[in-house]
């Protein structure tokens, strides 16, 4: 036992010096904003693995599905020897004979792509669009019948009810709304254990790589990745603090966008981070800058490029410390659970902020939840009531390196941040998009909509019309009264 003690004392000794060399670096580099490329190249050797792990997975998994072929072409002969027959072995398919995607048991796999092919007008919406005629409409009926109105159906056919069967069958096999609730899966495996699909097994070339990458993880990443994040978050508490001193004026206003970028910059080094920002020429510089939302992270992908102020729900925890280290230095809008039902004080309090030029722009995110980066749902229209610019900026990750979603409704933040300190890396592009104006005449509503489309064409994201809080609540009573409402005039 001394002399394992004396080993790993002298190996301690020998790693300690060039960790700490390294994690020096790490945070100087990051504190005055400059980069080696290091991380990018690491981006770089990663998928190159990922594509070396997908080749094999794909070469064993052929030589399991000629393995099942071969016994199932064996032929079996009668132990008595005077007859002959020849029996075909039949057996249910494996997971690795059908089709992709598709399991046992009619399960999918949800793997970021849709399932259904759904068509443009959709009916189970929350406000139903105008549905128009069937084709399938009885040939005989005169055409004075339907002079009309074409799009309403004078007789009830069965076929009436179709659109409203498929529609239930394609929320029964994939459900548009509760799967943006729940983790992307991937197509390919980027051997994470919590991607698992019992991959790191498959053959002893990828077993070696896994434990490679579990020990890289979990032995040198995590814990280099935990003391950069305590600095950061020790560091942005002590500057913030200092800055709250600072008489209010232009030169604050400056210090605070320094300190505020050289912080958050520290701590996004803490989770590997390799953002790309696209079109700066539109950085936001006052107003309101909304964003599509995955997770509280998001807010740290856009202050390691600018300051802004916030607005949110008061937290506690480790939220709760950062909260109160940034409202000591610039002005923040926190609220409690009960005050965010009075919208209209919220909202008096962002136009007095937006009202102040000499306030940074306010970042919200207009969904009000975290949703997984493959869509952008229902923008609330409060932040769209202010007479003010509005800078859309789009948000998309990698998930091959790391999941940046949040499930709230299944882990803790704390959960979260471990999850995402022994991923390989965080991998994210931020678009910024032209400034845009409420039109003359145009409601809140359709402002939103029209600023939700823009942001989900740039990040290549699904745009819905469905409320984020269904994460949380039940659909409303009145969405149930339109749909019958809608149905009530076919049969009419």
């Not at 409060?382 to 859309?392: A, R």
């Not at 740039?458 to 994460?471: E, F, S, T």
Request: net charge neutral; aromatic share 10%.
């Amino acid at each position: 036992m001394a002399g394992l003690l004396m080993v790993l004392s002298v190996v301690g000794s020998i790693l300690l010096t060039p960790f700490l060399m390294l994690l020096v670096s790490i945070i100087f580099l990051a504190s005055i904003g400059k980069s080696l490329g290091v991380r990018r190249l690491y981006i770089k050797l990663l998928l190159m693995i990922f594509e070396y792990g997908r080749v094999n997975i794909e070469v064993a998994q052929r030589r399991v599905r000629k393995d099942d072929s071969d016994e199932e072409d064996t032929v079996v002969l009668p132990e008595n020897g005077t007859e002959s027959k020849t029996e075909i072995a039949q057996s249910f398919p494996q997971e690795s004979s059908v089709p992709n995607g598709v399991l046992k048991n009619g399960f999918f796999n949800h793997n970021g792509t849709s399932l259904i092919n759904r068509e443009d007008n959709l009916i189970l919406l929350p406000e139903p669009p105008k549905i128009p005629a069937s084709p399938h409409r009885d040939t005989d009926v005169s055409e004075a019948s339907l002079s009309k109105d074409d799009s309403v159906v004078k007789y009830f056919e069965l076929s009436t009810c179709f659109d409203y069967i498929k529609a239930g069958m394609e929320a029964i096999i994939e459900d548009q709304v509760t799967s943006r609730f729940v983790a992307e899966e991937l197509k390919n495996w980027n051997l994470l254990t919590r991607t698992n699909r019992h991959y790191e097994f498959i053959s002893w070339r990828l077993t070696v790589i896994w434990m490679c990458g579990f020990f890289v993880r979990y032995f040198f990443l995590f814990p280099l990745r935990v003391i950069i994040c305590c600095i950061g978050v020790l560091w942005l508490t002590i500057c913030t603090a200092m800055v709250g001193y600072v008489p209010e004026g232009p030169f604050k206003a400056w210090l605070t966008s320094k300190v505020s970028t050289m912080c958050f910059g520290i701590l996004s080094s803490a989770l590997s981070s390799v953002i790309t920002y696209h079109n700066k020429e539109n950085i936001p510089k006052n107003g309101i800058c909304v964003a599509n939302h995955t997770s509280p992270i998001d807010v740290l992908m856009l202050m390691c490029d600018n300051c802004y102020s916030l607005i949110g729900q008061r937290h506690g925890g480790f939220l709760g410390v950062v909260q109160r280290a940034l409202a000591r230095a610039s002005p923040h809008i926190w609220f409690e659970r009960s005050e965010a039902k009075d919208r209209h004080a919220v909202a008096a309090r962002l136009k007095e902020h937006v009202n102040n030029p000499s306030n940074p722009p306010i970042l919200i995110f207009p969904e009000g939840t975290c949703i997984n980066n493959t869509s952008v749902m229902q923008f609330k229209k409060g932040s769209f009531e202010v007479d003010t610019v509005i800078y859309p900026v789009a948000i998309k990750y990698d998930p091959k390196f790391g999941d940046a979603f949040w499930d709230s409704s299944r882990y803790s933040y704390m959960q979260y941040l471990y999850m995402m300190m022994t991923s390989w890396a965080i991998v994210c592009e931020v678009w910024y998009l032209p400034p845009m104006y409420r039109k003359e005449g145009e409601n809140a509503v359709d402002f939103a909509n029209r600023v939700k489309g823009v942001i989900a064409k740039q990040g290549g994201l699904v745009d819905l019309v469905w409320d984020g809080q269904l994460k949380r609540i039940k659909p409303k009573k009145e969405w149930k009264e339109r749909q019958q409402e809608e149905f009530s005039k076919k049969l009419i």
